[in-house]
């Protein structure tokens, strides 16, 4: 499993994960987006439905019907409703991401603690692959 950090420091998490959403819709797969903020999951659906006219990204929450059947769903939870095989934690709080091939961390100067040791928990699992990635001079950069 590959496992990224993504640090935020000048694009919105809205407009990342939207960024994300793209590339892993392009590669046919799935994707739950996770945020224990209802606010928050509310801001990146609009975003995901604003993303172009000929690339908007379909997406639903998972308490609504239908909620298997979203190519990117959002919820409070991992529970991959949609059978996603990639996961974002958007609101930069790290969950065991059991049963998906990608997780990525998206945190910000507030949550950047914690990440780091998150990484430092990773050290130890077999089989995990990390990077991190941080924007510099607008475009994101695999750093590590």
Same mark, same amino acid.
């Given at each position: !499993? ?6 935020? =420091? ?7 994960? %939207? ?5 892993? !819709?392009? @590669? ?13 999951? #509310? %801001? ?16 639903? &929450?998972? @308490? ?10 959002? =919820?409070?939870?991992? #529970? %991959?409703?949609?059978?996603? @095989? ?39 699992? &077999?089989?995990? &692959?990390? @990077?991190?990635?941080?924007? &510099?001079?607008?475009?994101? %950069?695999?750093?590590?």
């Amino acid at each position: !499993m590959k496992v990224d950090f993504w640090q935020l =420091s000048h694009d919105p998490v809205e407009k990342v994960v %939207a960024l994300i959403a793209q590339r892993v !819709m392009d @590669s046919g797969e799935r994707l739950l987006v996770v945020s224990k903020d209802a606010d928050q999951r #509310e %801001a990146i659906a609009c975003t995901l439905w604003k993303a172009g006219p000929e690339s908007f990204l379909a997406n639903g &929450e998972a @308490s609504a019907p239908g909620a298997d059947q979203q190519p990117i769903l959002l =919820s409070g939870t991992t #529970e %991959a409703q949609n059978t996603a @095989s990639h996961i974002i934690f958007a609101d930069g709080e790290y969950r065991e991401p059991a049963g998906f091939d990608r997780a990525f961390l998206l945190f910000d100067d507030q949550t950047v603690e914690a990440a780091r040791g998150t990484w430092r928990s990773l050290d130890e699992v &077999e089989g995990l &692959e990390r @990077s991190f990635f941080r924007q &510099e001079g607008g475009k994101w %950069a695999k750093v590590a």
